[in-house]
């Protein structure tokens, strides 16, 4: 029949068009629903320096999930039950602890020196990185990670009042979720565990 024939043509225009139409509205569409669901604000790229004295970047945290708190040597509680938590943690994840980063970043970088955190880290597993840097690289990074640190005199000198956060990140730097030294074990270990889990 002469007239399908004839109907061929445009109809393979028709159809090739709606195609591109469609994949056009899923192109402008996807990103944005992307954004608004999974995203949060937290993290994002830094520069500091080691406990072993080298520079030290967000690229040498990423590729794997990632812990990463605030605090100071000089902290008379929170800081060092955290870490000691954490030594705990890594050490109840068995070989899946190796699929984790943790870092620790001061939030007192005029007395935390690459080696003060050295020897304060030397109690605690040796897998947990501690970072520091100047006052601003610290207020940067503080910043990126929306925590709160502030300097309070004391009879003696001073202390440090800071966010006690640990932020779980996954393996691309996003944010992942939260956990705190209030938490049971339990209740860590198992966000540590979906967290390797997720990458
Ligand atoms: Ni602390």
Known sequence: MAFK?????PLAVFVAGLGV???TALFILQPQQQQSASRVPIGGP??????EGK???DADLKGKPFAVFFGFTHCPEVCPTTLYDLTQDLEALGSDADRLRVAFITVDPEQ?????????????DPRIVGLTG???????VAKAYKIYYRKVPTDSGYTMDHSATVFLMDGRGDFYGTSNFQESA???????????KNG
């Open 134 to 140: 100047t006052p601003e690289e610290i207020a940067a």
């Open 46 to 51: 830094f520069r500091l320096t080691s406990h």
């Open 55 to 57: 520079p030290f970047t």
């Open 186 to 196: 339990e209740i860590r270990r198992g966000k540590l565990r979906q967290l390797i």
């Open 112 to 124: 935390d020196t690459p080696d003060l955190m050295k020897t304060y880290l030397s109690s605690f």
């Open 21 to 23: 139409l469609l994949g």
């Open 5 to 9: 024939r004839s109907l061929l043509i």
